[in-house]
């Protein structure tokens, strides 16, 4: 049963007034013929005969025009067929015949009239319902949160929002449904589930349906002919709620019902190998639990999973969780995002942007137009979520909106709807983004790593850290085959990297982007990597002094940990750490000023447990020059630390 089929069947349990009815009062009626028919058009509503229900409560009525019950039946049959309006209609015939018949009855009516948009006369109806005593708590407070609802509903609509939503048009969309899931990095290539019968691409309702993975590439900004991503992701069965890292070598998606799961839908991954995945295998047991675990996302930080779940402990309904990699397939235990996110009704279908800083998601409980509402929330520097903010109308409207990808610049976002007309049913739009609920800007490094020797492409760990703070803020790898890698990097912060592979001398950089206010360029920069042998020269860009002076500062300490982590796995190397610097000042000046920073290094190996003996340091001031010193930038250059190989 789908979940769209399962949430309108709890609205109609909250929106019916004889569904688990016991009528304890006379009916309103004296007509025996009324009573009769009736009675019958409740039997034929047990048994969904809702025409000849129908029919039965039309000829009580006109037996009785004053007849309240039938008039309230006729509604719940209408509402649980959706014809909404017509439900509304019958119940409010009721309350104007016998406006105090029950006030469950304006509770009821209020519920219908809010799926249908219609605020102002919900809120009315609400009002009316919490103003009678002696009212079951949990439904006084959902008339109270209902309200809300309705006062946001009444202001969102009233100050609308910029959105001007376009079909992707047939490359992408078909009569069938089609529903986003992710988008690369470089904005190049689209990903989404379609939903087809077994038998054949049809919309023949009484077959079988399956889903499986598309995907389609932009060129020359046209979507091309999509294609199924095949085996082994795509299966006979059902798979969902597909998400790819940023750099595009890692997918996560959910199965339901599999040999090997653990609840009733499952968290699962593969990995690019060439331009083939691998088989799928489960997070495991840590991550998955004996319940619902659906609809990951994951963050450019190459380590976090976010997902929804109805696993115990959470806040009710289903929660947006995280888990984080710990090393090779092994996941943390998962964590709730707590207050700020998750509320006891359902969120569900996280999106976080490459930023690593702003979530997007749904929600039935933060206030919202009426259903599940689409909304944004901001990750402060401590790691705490701010109060999430409901992204407005036409956005969001009184029916369920579910999903919503942004792409990495941050201006354009995808959504997959029913209500604009399309090539069938579910369509996937896009749609530029308002500057307010727009997240950080990004760019991207994009390149190949390979040996400077033999040329050849190699699989290698990239590390990208946030020099200000120490925090490691991307952990990612190049793909092993073509060794291609991308990597984002949120503006607006100066970062080290360092590549490294066993039996390879690691590559060090740095990328300055404070201050970046404006789109920026993608870094497109290949890597080579030096194998481990004796003359290999590394020169360490994330070693940092003050001007004229010789004290580590603190944003070098990422480096060294690289430099001593490559020792330690090394035991054999000696390496010469020498200091160099441009020629500003005199010869002697700079000579002292070298040596010393390269002492300042060669004691913090000692220091964190490196050898003397495998150690040597020596100053050359302005001898050895690698660039220019008639520029800045050259000058900038030529102060540099590095390493070089000894012995081995």
């Not at 609400?126 to 006062?151: G, Q, T």
């Not at 991207?444 to 790593?449: D, H, M, Q, S, T």
């Not at 982590?565 to 160099?580: C, V």
Request: hydrophobic share 35%; charged share 25%.
């Amino acid at each position: 049963m789908s979940r769209k089929i399962i949430l309108f069947i709890i609205f109609i349990l909250h929106s019916s007034f004889f569904i688990g009815f016991s009528q304890t009062q006379p009916l309103s009626t004296q007509s025996k013929k009324a009573i009769r028919l009736f009675m019958d058009a409740r039997d034929d509503y047990g048994r969904r005969y809702y025409d000849k229900a129908i029919k039965e409560l039309d000829k009580a009525i006109l037996d009785d025009p004053s007849f309240v019950e039938a008039f309230i039946l006729k509604g719940d049959i209408w509402s649980e067929q959706r014809q909404i309006t017509d439900a509304v209609s019958a119940y409010k015939k009721a309350v104007a015949i016998s406006p105090d018949f029950s006030a469950n009855l304006y509770y009821i009516i209020a519920n219908n009239e809010l799926v249908i948009g219609r605020y102002s006369d919900a809120k009315a109806d609400y009002l009316k319902f919490i103003s009678y005593d002696y009212l079951p708590v949990e439904k006084k407070e959902r008339a109270n949160n209902n309200i809300k609802s309705c006062d946001f509903g009444i202001n969102a609509m009233a100050y609308p929002v910029p959105f001007n939503p376009l079909n992707l048009g047939d490359s992408v969309n078909t009569p069938m449904d089609e529903y986003v899931n992710a988008i690369t990095s470089d904005d190049q290539r689209l990903f989404f589930t379609r939903k087809f019968t077994k038998n054949a691409l049809t919309i023949d309702q009484s077959n079988e349906f399956e889903e499986d993975f598309y995907y389609c590439d932009r060129i020359d900004s046209l979507w091309q002919k999509a294609i199924n991503l095949g085996a082994p992701i795509n299966t006979h069965g059902n798979e969902g709620a597909l998400s790819i890292s940023p750099d595009g070598n890692y997918i996560f998606f959910a199965a339901c019902n599999r040999p090997d799961s653990y609840g009733s839908c499952d968290l699962y991954w593969s990995r690019k190998e060439g331009t083939a995945w691998s088989a799928p295998k489960n997070l495991g047991q840590v991550a998955n639990s004996g319940a619902w675990d659906s609809q990951p996302s994951f963050s450019s930080d190459g380590k976090t999973l976010y997902f929804a779940s109805k696993r115990p402990g959470g806040k009710g309904g289903s929660d947006i969780w995280k888990t984080e990699l710990i090393s090779g397939d092994q996941w943390s235990e998962p964590v709730n995002l707590g207050d700020s996110i998750n509320t006891r009704l359902d969120e569900m279908a996280p999106f976080i942007h490459p930023d690593d800083q702003t979530l997007y998601f749904s929600s039935r409980g933060h206030p919202g137009m009426g259903g599940l509402d689409l909304f944004y929330a901001r990750k402060d520097a401590s790691g705490q979520w701010s109060r999430p903010v409901n992204l407005g109308y036409p956005i969001n409207t009184y029916a369920d909106e579910i999903t919503i990808i942004v792409n990495a610049n941050g201006d354009l976002a995808y959504i997959s709807s029913d209500k604009f007309g399309g090539k069938g049913k579910q369509d996937i739009y896009s749609f530029k983004l308002y500057k307010e609920a727009r997240p950080l800007k990004v760019t991207y490094l994009k390149g190949i790593v390979f040996d400077k020797e033999t040329q050849q492409r190699l699989g290698a760990s990239f590390e990208l850290v946030d020099l200000e703070s120490g925090k490691t803020v991307v952990q990612a790898s190049s793909e092993p085959v073509k060794g291609s890698f991308l990597l984002c990097l949120p503006t607006n912060r100066n970062y080290g990297l360092s590549v490294s592979k066993e039996g390879y001398l690691f590559y060090s950089d740095n990328f300055m982007l404070m201050g970046e206010s404006s789109k920026t360029k993608p870094f497109v920069k290949d890597v080579p990597l030096q194998p481990i042998k004796v003359g290999g020269t590394v020169v360490l860009k994330n070693i940092f002094f003050d001007t004229d002076k010789f004290d580590l500062k603190d944003e070098s300490k990422s480096e060294l940990g690289k430099l001593i982590a490559l020792l330690q796995k090394n035991p054999k190397i000696h390496i010469e750490i020498s200091g160099h610097t441009d020629n500003i000042a005199s010869e002697e000046h700079n000579n002292i000023l070298s040596r010393n920073r390269a002492k300042a290094v060669y004691n913090y190996l000692i220091v964190n447990g490196i050898s003397a003996d495998r150690l040597t340091y020596e100053g050359y001031g302005f001898s050895k020059p690698i660039d220019t010193n008639v520029s800045e930038q050259g000058r900038a250059n030529n102060r540099r630390t590095e390493f070089k190989v000894i012995g081995n």
